[in-house]
């Protein structure tokens, strides 16, 4: 059989999004690069009109090119162990995938299969966000977290230590790349529920609300995560640029919240907000 392989160059800041547009037209297996992501298909003639909708869509706010290659069929786990490094969090967390074999021992490790380039702790948000949860005390409490992607936040907050953890997508393979996740860390009792917020069924409160997602959807929906938090509960923003913190801000204190901390990393940025 031979396969497509799309190999996309452009800004760090707008890989996810991009990845998000493309997913919605049936690509569901990306691979991180230096330049940008790779992505497959497994049609050689497959129609590459959607994918040129998404460039032109998005090629005035940044540079973006892509090129197509066909190949047989090749063994695609030697792919990601050449595309894929591990990665390690303040020097206590370990995010690595199951081929990789690391002689040193850490606090925290975290089991990603590299099927997709967001939340495998590469971006800078997701690494800024496990550095928060790092610093709190999450034994015996209750995280919900939204826009779940690989589900590596779920499985930070259960290995940290709380007991209760909600997970949610609007994707269905984020949901399903996060269920594999779950279980490559033998992590059985995450609840996991794909669909906007506002549309889902999510019991009680929760001591922890996390939400990595971006800025324009944050800014849309902080209202909604307001009645998740318990008294004196945390939500944890990031997925915007320093330059756009100010703008989270004002929506928090506007809803009520107050701003706890932050913390910037290659101009993304992480908000801790109390309730």
Not at 25 to 40: A, K, P, R
Not at 55 to 80: G, S
Request: glycine share 6%; charged share 25%.
């Amino acid at each position: 059989m031979k396969y497509l392989e799309i190999k996309f160059e452009l800004p760090e800041e707008f890989r996810d999004i991009i990845i998000a547009e493309l997913s919605n037209y049936g690509f569901d297996t990306f691979l991180e690069t230096s330049i940008g992501f790779n992505t497959y298909a497994d049609n050689p003639e497959l129609n590459l009109f959607p994918i040129e909708k998404v460039v032109n869509a998005y090629i005035d706010l940044c540079p973006i090119t892509f090129e197509t290659t066909t190949f047989p069929d090749k063994n695609w786990n030697e792919e990601w162990e050449k595309n894929f490094e591990p990665i390690v969090v303040e020097e206590k967390c370990l995010v690595r995938a199951p081929f990789h074999k690391i002689e040193k021992s850490y606090s925290l490790e975290i089991l990603i299969q590299p099927k997709m380039a967001f939340g495998t702790g590469h971006h800078s948000t997701t690494y800024l966000m496990i550095q928060e949860m790092m610093k709190m005390d999450l034994k015996g409490k209750s995280v919900l977290d939204l826009g779940s992607g690989t589900g590596i936040l779920a499985i930070a907050a259960v290995k940290l230590g709380a007991t209760k953890v909600w997970a949610t997508d609007i994707n269905e393979w984020s949901i399903n790349n996060s269920q594999g996740n779950f279980e490559l860390n033998g992590i059985k009792d995450i609840n996991l529920l794909c669909g906007q917020i506002n549309e889902l069924e999510i019991p009680g409160q929760f001591d922890f609300v996390l939400a990595n997602i971006n800025r324009n959807v944050l800014l849309d929906e902080i209202s909604s995560y307001l009645p998740k938090m318990k008294e004196n509960g945390y939500l944890i923003l990031s997925g915007f640029f320093e330059e756009d913190q100010a703008l989270i801000e004002n929506c928090v204190i506007k809803n009520g919240l107050q701003v706890d901390g932050q913390s910037i990393r290659n101009d993304w940025s992480v908000l801790v907000c109390k309730s």
